[in-house]
């Protein structure tokens, strides 16, 4: 009768390692399925910062007679945008009625590039009307990504 006693004990012990051997399965896969796959999400990131500035210039006055540097603080400052991690990661073209106000890496080239390359910077643009100094004036704004995040873990 002691036998019997031992052998469901034994039989609970396979059943214990069964579960295990499942929940580490589990555990490794979702791992994997995380970390496992390029993500690539540059386009995401230039869509974002874009409606943020957009919206910023939209919505509140902005000097355009300032120099870069001084559109720049006041850009920054304004749209609360980090500058260092725009300067490291973004890319920002603005002009005025076809004239160059402010660049940051902004080369619209680039961006049309990230086509055939990844490499680049997937970018998003759009154009504004708005009045300034009593005149309208068309505001051209294109942003990009340039952060890169495709790095697998493995």
């Given amino acids: 009768m002691n036998n019997r006693a031992q052998l469901g004990d034994q039989a609970l012990v396979i ?9 580490g399965a589990g555990i490794v ?8 796959q390029e993500q690539d999400s540059k386009q995401v990131e230039a869509d974002a910062i874009h409606y943020k500035i ?10 355009w007679d300032n120099s870069q540097e001084e559109l ?5 400052k304004t749209c609360s945008i980090n500058e260092k991690v725009f300067k490291e990661n973004f890319l920002m073209r603005i002009t005025l009625n076809d004239e160059l106000k402010y660049s940051w890496k902004g080369d619209s080239v680039k961006c049309a ?15 504004i009307t708005k009045e300034f100094n009593n005149k309208i004036i068309e505001l051209e704004i294109l942003v990009g990504s340039s952060q890169y995040t495709t790095k697998k873990f493995s």
């Fill in 29 to 36: 896969g979702g791992v994997y399925i995380f970390f496992g």
């Fill in 72 to 76: 720049e603080k006041e850009l920054f």
């Fill in 54 to 63: 957009k919206n910023c210039i939209e919505n509140n006055n902005i000097n």
């Fill in 113 to 127: 590039s990230s086509e055939k390359n990844e490499n680049f910077p997937k970018c998003a643009s759009s154009s």
């Fill in 15 to 23: 059943a214990f390692f069964f579960l295990i051997l499942i929940v």
